[in-house]
């Protein structure tokens, strides 16, 4: 008999992605393509669902996505929508917020060509909530988000909505692991992406999270770090933000309210640049910093000062952008922090370190982790693509046995949540005999 471990790389690490972070309250939609099309089609061709055999494109997990032609570029004035079936959202009430959440690649004519996320309200017109369009080249897999909150209690389609020109033609648009979710709580203070991407997300791709392999030879603390392609050089004709979720600026009484970060970069000189911008208010963006180009090689200490946007919900992005000519490692950010604010999760409470034995596992595991009080918690279980796979609540004792029962192999990660939390990762092995 033969085991066969799942590896455990940066793949891996970032799939931790947003369940993590953000706290899940319902899982809407959740779609991967490993089961083909289902009930998605495509209004005027060109889309494809399998496993991609062009170029060095894979799929984000799994064996199979969805894009504009698996085996070859993008055929001249495509003018196509990948359209969904239809999804009905659940109302909302408070904080909670509902979020499209989706994984994509593209090399797409510059400027000419694009892609573009709609949406259709109870049977109506199509409408563009992606923005800016997707174009130029991502060399990675990023994550995107868009805020469905307005449309909660309706009936939706979404479409990915894909035109060309007559001119130059790439690799295309690939699409993998839609979710969609209903969230709160899930801006964490601060944030040193040890746990993924949570609910950041890149709004014209390039941006990844994990253990950087190129250009500075470790992240400021921890594992991971956010960075412009974690293994190699950023592309050219960058224009693409790292943006945060959502925070209101509450200020400690007698404090001023401070951003701080860190930061690793080199950039080509004057011609491209990096910056720190702010939405306030669901507004413009607006550049709060000085241009970041040159060499840094090392990682220093940024600080901006909040005081402006106190009592204002604001977001952060860490905007990029290149021109055509030289490119170089790139930027990298780390160990974000605001100071001087309440009102906004500190890492929930103490997280802990769990000890997991035997992991990977075959059938089952044992959890152990500390619960000197003999506290209520609960233990959930998640598929990287976001879904609850598992829950078993009033675990009082200091350890809790899992048991894999029908679950295929694979990467799941898990929360124990109670007086503290305790987060981790289990791997399922596959037995081939």
Known sequence: MKTVIYNLTILSFLLMASIINAQTKETVFIEDFES????????????????????SVVPHAGQTCVGTVLNDNYPNYADTRLVSPEINLPNITGDEKIQLKFWHWFDIENENDQGV??????????QTISNPEF???????TQYIADFSAFAGASVKIAF??????????????IDDILIETVEKSFLNPE??????????ADNGLWQVGSPTFGPDNAHSGQGCAGLVLDGNYSNYANTRLISPELTIYPVAGQTPWLFFYQWFIIENNNDLGSVQLSVNGGSWQTVSNLFSG?????????????????????IAFCFTSDYYWNYAGWYIDDIRIEGII??????????VPIIYPNPLLDKTTIKFNNPNQSNYTLSVFSTAGNKVFEQDNITSGQVEFEKGN????????????EKVYRGKLVIEKIIQ
């Open 407 to 418: 679950l295929k192999p694979g990467v799941y990660l898990f929360k124990l949540n109670g």
């Open 295 to 315: 060499t840094n090689e090392t990682w220093s200490q940024f600080g901006i000062n909040l005081s402006d946007y106190i009592n204002s919900t604001i977001r």
């Open 343 to 352: 009102g906004v999760d500190i890492n929930e409470v103490e997280i802990g």
């Open 192 to 201: 040193g992406f040890e746990l993924g991407i949570g609910n950041w997300f």
């Open 135 to 141: 174009d130029g080249m991502s060399m990675v897999w």
């Open 36 to 55: 083909g099309w289902g009930s998605w089609w495509a209004d005027n061709g060109v889309w494809d669902v399998g496993a991609p055999t062009f170029g």
């Open 117 to 126: 996320v709609q949406i259709s309200v109870n049977s109506g017109n199509w």
């Open 161 to 174: 909505y894909f035109t060309s020109d007559y001119y130059w033609n790439y690799a295309g648009w690939y």
